[in-house]
């Protein structure tokens, strides 16, 4: 269930920021996306987000779990 709700809200991330240009409601379905299932795709899709709303830690933060995630996938 926390798989589907995840997809989701990355689909809805994905809809703000490419569709709608509304960077800070992607980011925040991202967020609630990597907070139900953190998956390489939502964490890539936001790390251009917190460069633009100026959010170093939280980029810092997203890239080293996006390194973790793909370092897995190897």
Do not use: C
Not at 14 to 39: F, N
């Amino acid at each position: 269930r926390r798989g589907l709700q995840a997809r989701l809200y990355t689909g809805l991330g994905r809809v703000y920021a490419e569709r709608l240009g509304a960077s800070d409601r992607a980011l925040a379905a991202y967020e609630k996306a990597i907070g139900l299932q953190a998956t390489a795709a939502n964490l890539a899709a936001a790390v251009p987000l917190y460069r633009k709303a100026s959010k170093p830690a939280e980029l810092v933060a997203t890239l080293l779990n996006l390194a973790d995630h793909q370092q897995g996938e190897a």
